[in-house]
Nanobody, 128 residues
Framework: QVQLVESGGGLVQAGGSLRLSCTAS????????MAWFRQAPGKEREFVGS????????YYADSVRGRFTSSRDNAKNTVYLQMNRLKPEDTAVYYC?????????????????????WGQGTQVTVSS
């Protein structure tokens, strides 16, 4: 089992930037597909971005493409989400997640059931 802890959330003005971190313990992040999701009050959990286990494939939601960048540092056992040009609609609790890179079910990279482990979340609030 892998444990995930997010950090880096906070309050920022629209147009500003934040970098979220997700540090794993128990297992190395290189063993997993890593992803970021977010959930705003009253809304369903939304896919943000993901990185394949070999850092060869990246996916981004249309709502954040061009503004957010996901990355990982296997040596530090940490994944990151760099968020630029933030908008008020980006306000949400952000979660990192880990999934089996050899998953062969019907869920895609943007589907939350595809991931087995989740962090506790970190709040991002963007003011206008």
């Amino acid at each position: 089992q892998v444990q995930l802890v997010e950090s880096g959330g906070g309050l920022v003005q629209a147009g500003g930037s934040l970098r979220l971190s997700c540090t794993a313990s128990g297992r190395p992040v290189r063993n997993y597909v890593m992803a970021w999701f977010r959930q705003a009050p009253g809304k369903e959990r939304e896919f943000v971005g993901s990185i394949s286990w070999n850092i060869r494939t990246y996916y981004y939601a249309d709502s954040v493409r061009g503004r957010f960048t996901s990355s990982r540092d296997n040596a530090k056992n940490t994944v990151y989400l760099q968020m630029n040009r933030l908008k008020p609609e980006d306000t949400a609790v952000y979660y990192c997640a880990a999934g089996d890179p050899y998953y062969s079910g019907s869920y895609g990279y943007s589907d939350s059931p595809r991931y087995d482990y989740w962090g506790q979340g970190t709040q991002v609030t963007v003011s206008s």
